[in-house]
């Protein structure tokens, strides 16, 4: 589980590179931006999955966790079980573990809450690119309309005019 620890933030960083280099680079137009969305979009797919993975890995963790806790604690009470006073220390110390068990989880949730609105962030820009991509596209088209008409009208001024083409 240790190796899954760093790639979290591993992830994070590499994100931020990337949307850095692609959305600096998206002034060369639709084709550019496309591709970006393409990228910014393969990356969330892969955060989305490794992040599931985490997500089960600490999952099993946690499971493991507790079983290891109230095994301890029940080898603990068979010990003792004739002592009233360590039977309820070790009840106190059971308790106190499942509090713990119980922080680390909401902690864990918090974390992996926050991990996917990085990715929901990561679809929304990819998102937006592409309707940047087909906002440059279509203007793209407008230009060319209006300059062929200013051509066109060009050329039948100078035609009326007497002048050739």
Request: aromatic share 6%; charged share 25%; hydrophobic share 45%.
């Given at each position: ?18 949307l ?7 002034a ?8 970006a ?14 992040l ?15 079983q ?15 002592d ?25 949730w ?47 001024k ?8």
């Amino acid at each position: 589980m240790n190796g899954h620890i760093g790639r979290i933030p591993a992830i994070h960083s590499a994100a931020l590179l990337m949307l850095t280099v692609l959305t600096g680079g998206c002034a060369g137009g639709a084709q550019v931006e496309l591709t970006a969305a393409d990228s910014v979009e393969l990356l969330g797919a892969s955060m989305s999955q490794v992040l599931a993975e985490y997500h089960a890995d600490i999952a099993r963790f946690d499971e493991a966790r507790q079983q290891a806790a109230v095994q301890a604690f029940i080898e603990r009470v068979r010990t003792d079980f004739a002592d009233n006073e360590a039977t309820e220390a070790h009840a106190e110390a059971f308790r106190q573990a499942l509090q713990h068990l119980e922080a680390d989880r909401r902690t864990a949730w918090e974390r992996y809450s926050a991990s996917l609105e990085n990715v929901a962030t990561l679809h929304e820009i990819a998102e937006n690119l592409r309707r940047l991509a087909l906002d440059s596209i279509s203007m793209d088209d407008d230009v060319r309309r209006y300059f062929g008409e200013v051509m066109e009208q060009a050329s039948a001024k100078r035609v009326t005019n007497g002048e050739r083409p």
